[in-house]
């Protein structure tokens, strides 16, 4: 069966593998100076983009050359160096599916992973569940995030998804509830219960504005879901998105009794995670 996968790797694979934080440092440094919001003004020499970030010259050209490799950046005939069409949808605030937040996130995980060897010692995950005191940056850098990988796959759950003839939704851990607006936008009798942490919940309703025919038929409820009830039969679907991952079995259980208890007969439980 595994030879299947690596049928076609040789050792320069391995190479690949080996130095992939080559390629996830060249974005994370990009991403973070600026320089995509930078080039969406429209193309620039290398000196331009140096002087205007204060970098090196020489070492400005090699960075735009290895982007450039990347498929990141396009070389014009000027010498001139420009946003691709995938930078401009993706890395540049506005851009029709902006990833920036997730790849700042994904860049302040990269400290946990160096922490990966006592992980497999201890058994214990790297970044603590236990509630202390939150940094509201980092919470919402997370919720972006989140927000934006989950928009890409939204529309495609949504549209594998029958809500005809139900009417409560709850959404467990709802962060700021792309696939729950979406399913509010389409389905004109649901009413949708976001459930998250206090300060995550203040933080969603500065953050989502919602159309006015939607925000009539959303209900917000503070709350932890792993010490909290959600209810005794009030809801006949409970959407866990991005949720269990971040828990250990025994707390999922617990999660998953009280959904049961929550759901309506025949409810339905919706689950999204990686």
């Known amino acids: 069966g595994d030879m299947g996968l690596l049928k076609d790797k040789g050792p320069d694979y391995l190479i690949q593998i080996s130095r992939g934080y080559w390629l996830s440092q060249t974005l994370f440094v990009a991403h973070r100076l600026g320089l995509f919001e930078l080039l969406a003004r429209g193309p620039m020499s290398p000196d331009k ?13 090699i960075f735009l050359t290895t982007l450039t490799g990347l498929g990141l950046l396009t070389k014009t005939n000027g010498q001139q160096y420009k946003n691709s069409s995938l930078t401009n949808q993706c890395l540049v605030k506005d851009g029709q599916c902006y990833l920036g937040d997730f790849i700042s996130h994904s860049e302040h995980m990269k400290s946990y992973w160096e922490g990966l060897a006592q992980v497999l010692k201890s ?8 509630f202390i005191e939150p ?39 709802s962060g700021l509830a792309p696939i729950t607006r979406l399913l509010l936008a389409r389905y004109p009798h649901l009413h949708a219960t976001l459930f998250d942490l206090p300060h995550i919940i203040k933080m969603i309703k500065g953050e989502i504005l919602m159309a006015p025919n939607i925000q009539g038929r ?6 932890d879901c792993r010490y909290e009830d959600y209810g005794d039969r009030i809801y ?35 689950l999204h995670d990686y």
């Open 49 to 61: 983009v140096s002087s205007h970030l204060d970098l090196d010259p020489r070492a400005t050209t």
């Open 123 to 130: 058994g214990q995950p790297a970044i603590s569940n236990s």
């Open 135 to 173: 940094d509201m940056l980092q919470i919402t850098l997370f919720l972006r995030a989140m927000e934006q990988a989950t928009r890409l796959v939204a529309p495609e759950i949504v549209a594998n998804l029958d809500l005809e003839g139900k009417n409560q939704l709850l959404d467990l851990g």
């Open 218 to 223: 959303v209900l917000y409820k503070e709350g």
């Open 236 to 270: 006949d679907a409970i959407l866990m998105s991005n949720l269990i991952h971040m828990y250990d079995p025994e707390t999922n259980n617990t999660i998953f009794a009280r959904a049961y208890k929550a759901l309506r007969p025949k409810g339905g439980l919706i």
